[in-house]
């Protein structure tokens, strides 16, 4: 469903992404892990098409360089990294922008629109939270109102740039429970950065390790997550065992 061929991007005449090639099928989490300034969030942004890139970001034969920003946001939602939401707008308010890409020239919300924004804030939980300030909430309801304002887009593909970041235990299990689930149910092509090994492990059919703004490599967790790679990427030591209960590798530095 969404394929990157030969991807790279410069700042400058600094190169940070480096001819990365990446797929991610409908029904799949990908999981991108890597140490700090790895490339992560880069390719997440460069892959929404917020930043400019070389290379090719594709899903069903159309290729993303000759579509319009209206475009790309029918195909990609994205749930970005600590955003600054409008703290006067309402929950509601917020969720129905998701619609933005798929409204008339007069911009003006339907019936079925209003619809789809309700069905996404009960399918995370935040329907409670709808005449609510966007500045009153704490950040595991923020980070769920995101989820449900890119839900709301109705696109067959999702980005995740460290949804988790900040928040507790509950809030992360929570938040990432409901995206399997939501995969699940919607045939959603998933690319998520993490930071947490462990997490990545748990939730993702896949992992991408990237170092240095190259994909050092890809495949099932126990492929991945070994404690020579990891060792090797992290400049930690670390061992890796399975799961007593769910048989999934966990990382334990050292």
Same mark, same amino acid.
């Given at each position: 469903?969404?394929?990157?061929?030969?991807?790279?991007?410069?700042?400058?005449?600094?190169?940070?992404?480096?001819?990365?090639?990446?797929?991610?099928?409908?029904?799949?989490?990908?999981?991108?892990?890597?140490?700090?300034? &790895?490339?992560?969030?880069?390719?997440?942004?460069?892959?929404?098409?917020? $930043?400019? !890139?070389?290379?090719?970001?594709?899903?069903?034969?159309?290729? !993303?360089?000759?579509?319009? *920003?209206?475009?790309? &946001?029918?195909?990609?939602?994205?749930? *970005?990294?600590?955003?600054?939401?409008?703290?006067? !707008?309402?929950?509601?308010?917020?969720?129905? /922008?998701?619609?933005?890409?798929?409204?008339? !020239?007069?911009?003006?919300?339907?019936?079925?629109?209003?619809?789809?924004?309700?069905?996404?804030?009960?399918?995370?939980?935040? @329907? +409670?939270?709808?005449?609510?300030?966007?500045?009153?909430?704490?950040?595991?309801?923020?980070?769920?109102?995101?989820?449900?304002?890119?839900?709301?887009?109705?696109?067959? $593909?999702?980005?995740? @740039? +460290?949804?988790?970041?900040?928040?507790?235990?509950?809030?992360?299990?929570?938040?990432?429970?409901?995206?399997?689930?939501?995969v699940r149910e919607d045939d959603l092509a998933v690319l998520i950065a993490l930071h947490d090994l462990n997490l990545a492990a748990r939730f993702a059919q896949r992992i &991408?390790? /990237?170092?240095?703004?190259?994909?050092?490599?890809?495949? &099932?967790?126990?492929?991945?997550?070994?404690?020579?790679? $990891?060792?090797?990427?992290?400049?930690?030591?670390? @061992?890796?065992?399975?799961?007593?209960?769910?048989?999934?590798?966990?990382?334990?530095?050292?």
């Amino acid at each position: 469903m969404l394929k990157i061929e030969n991807l790279s991007v410069d700042y400058g005449s600094r190169r940070v992404l480096h001819d990365v090639t990446l797929s991610v099928q409908s029904g799949e989490i990908l999981a991108l892990i890597g140490p700090n300034g &790895a490339g992560k969030s880069t390719l997440i942004r460069a892959a929404s098409g917020v $930043i400019p !890139f070389s290379g090719q970001v594709r899903t069903n034969g159309d290729t !993303f360089h000759a579509l319009t *920003p209206i475009q790309r &946001a029918r195909y990609i939602a994205v749930v *970005p990294q600590a955003i600054s939401l409008p703290p006067a !707008f309402t929950v509601w308010e917020t969720v129905l /922008m998701g619609r933005t890409p798929h409204l008339g !020239f007069l911009g003006q919300t339907s019936r079925a629109d209003e619809t789809l924004a309700w069905n996404a804030l009960e399918r995370v939980h935040a @329907d +409670e939270l709808a005449e609510r300030r966007v500045g009153e909430l704490s950040g595991g309801e923020r980070q769920r109102v995101l989820l449900a304002r890119a839900l709301c887009q109705s696109t067959p $593909i999702l980005l995740l @740039d +460290e949804p988790t970041a900040h928040l507790d235990l509950q809030y992360q299990m929570s938040l990432l429970e409901l995206t399997r689930k939501l995969v699940r149910e919607d045939d959603l092509a998933v690319l998520i950065a993490l930071h947490d090994l462990n997490l990545a492990a748990r939730f993702a059919q896949r992992i &991408a390790l /990237m170092v240095d703004g190259r994909i050092r490599s890809v495949g &099932a967790p126990r492929t991945v997550l070994t404690p020579e790679l $990891i060792t090797e990427s992290y400049g930690w030591p670390v @061992d890796v065992m399975e799961h007593p209960l769910a048989h999934f590798p966990l990382v334990l530095p050292r």
